[in-house]
């Protein structure tokens, strides 16, 4: 603290003592599969902006205030916070003296969970994390909207003292949490009435998507909202962070990926059509940039299944959003493609569900639409279509399930569609089918 440190100083013990006393903010319960903390790391909540991870912190204060926890013993620092503008990082330890300065009985004697919001505008954070795990008996939640609370960058200074918990946005069933609605886990039959609002509520949420914020509001509003979160992602995680200079051809891929969900995306091909618009950019650069906006959320990419690395790089990903919203915020096309945004939504799950994700291809070359590979061992064959019914639709998703199973010697081949109006009228062996609702609203 320089000149005015006296008053600079009383701006901070305001901070921590209202930090240390503010209460859990009303949320939305968030469905995140995973151990809240891990002994002796730091956890990570990362993930797209404004997907709620500031709100995830906010879940755990309340939890554990839930549990009998004081909330002296719960507090919470935003690091946007006025007050703490220029903090630097060995001046950190100042606010956690006068934390204990108030409260001297916890100090070495009670678990304190620590709540880190925005922490990385502090350059050098991860030097006052790891010193906090060495030295006090604490938790610490780290979290921010930022590229550099990315997975690896955490792992990378953390120096294996930090562990990623990821938060996307709204699953289907937490969108039902948010408008009040009864969220269904039994499985049980349900009556027609209730399975018509279900479907009702999924065709709205493949369109609106699960961003929070943009849940009740109109069309118009919701594309400008989404297409700030979009215009944010590009120029700070991307173009500022790593300083890009493509900056027209990185606003092209995001348009061409995020219009275009699930469809293969070439690196070759795109360097191609970039050249043949005059778009000078070296094909390590189109690398680089699809790399980019998979680490910052934006975008996630599926693998071939193939134990060949060479065969893997040289085939397409497929590529999709990681929020089926964002589909007709940048679809030209003018039409509903709830085929895609239902694809989109089905690996989303399949990434909360901690399951490692490709596609297949058969010899005959059918495509699987996925392939999970679950925490437990388990695998699974999941074929997404929205009406399946057609029987030349049903040969070709069948047929792709059952040649895919047969060369993989998968546990279990599943063809998921919108409806139960959409299965076929037949099924062979080994392969279920089953409406999107249920599937989604599944209990793991």
């Known amino acids: 603290m320089e000149p005015n440190q006296a008053v600079v100083a009383a701006q901070w013990r305001q901070f921590v003592a209202d930090a240390m006393a503010a209460p859990p903010t009303a949320i939305t319960r968030r469905e995140i599969r995973a151990p809240w903390q891990l002994p002796g790391k730091a956890t990570a909540v990362i993930g797209m902006r404004r997907a709620g991870k500031t709100t995830f912190l906010q879940q755990v204060r309340a939890d554990r205030l839930a549990a009998g926890t004081p909330i002296g013993r719960l507090p919470y620092w935003n690091f946007e916070d006025q007050r703490l503008s220029g903090i630097r990082v060995d001046q950190l330890p100042l606010l956690l003296d006068e934390h204990y300065r108030l409260q001297p009985e916890l100090r070495q004697e009670h678990l304190v969970t620590l709540c880190l ?226 694809e989109t939504a089905v690996l989303i799950e399949l990434e909360r569900r901690g399951a490692e994700v490709s596609y297949v291809r058969t010899e005959e070359g059918h495509e699987v639409d996925f392939l999970a590979r679950f925490p437990d061992g388990t695998r699974e064959l999941i074929q997404v279509a929205a009406d399946a019914s057609a029987p030349d639709t049903a040969e070709r998703e069948l047929r792709s399930l059952v040649a895919a199973k047969k060369q993989l010697g998968a546990g279990r081949a599943r063809l998921v569609t919108l409806t139960e109006d959409g299965f076929p009228s037949s099924l062979p062996r080994g392969v279920s089918a089953q409406a999107a609702t249920d599937w989604l609203l599944e209990q793991h």
């Not at 499985?187 to 065709?203: F, N, V, Y």
Request: proline fraction near 3%; glycine fraction near 8%; charge should be positive.
């Open 117 to 342: 919001d925005e922490i990385q505008v502090v350059s050098g954070w991860e030097r006052f994390v790891r010193r906090l795990l060495d030295t006090e008996k604490v938790d610490v939640f780290v979290s921010g909207s930022s590229a550099a609370m990315l997975s690896r960058e955490v792992a990378t200074s953390m120096r294996g003292r930090g562990w990623e918990v990821v938060v996307h946005p709204f699953s289907f069933a937490e969108t039902l949490l948010h408008a009040g609605r009864e969220v269904s886990r039994t499985g049980a039959a349900m009556g027609a009435r209730k399975r018509s609002l279900l479907e009702r509520d999924l065709r709205s949420y493949l369109t609106v998507g699960g961003f929070p914020e943009v849940q009740r509001l109109d069309v118009a509003s919701r594309t400008r909202v989404l297409q700030d979160y979009v215009d944010i992602v590009i120029l700070r995680d991307v173009v500022e962070r790593h300083e890009v200079s493509s900056v027209t051809a990185l606003r092209w891929m995001v348009r061409h990926l995020l219009g275009n969900a699930g469809s293969s995306f070439s690196v070759q091909k795109f360097f191609d059509a970039l050249k043949s618009q005059g778009l000078r950019v070296g094909k390590d650069t189109v690398h680089e940039l699809l790399a980019h906006l998979t680490d910052c959320f934006l975008v996630r990419t599926v693998w071939l299944d193939t134990d060949s690395e060479r065969r893997r790089m040289v085939n397409p990903r497929k590529v999709y959003p990681v929020d089926p919203g964002l589909i007709p915020v940048f679809d030209r096309s003018g039409k509903a493609n709830l085929g895609h945004a239902l």
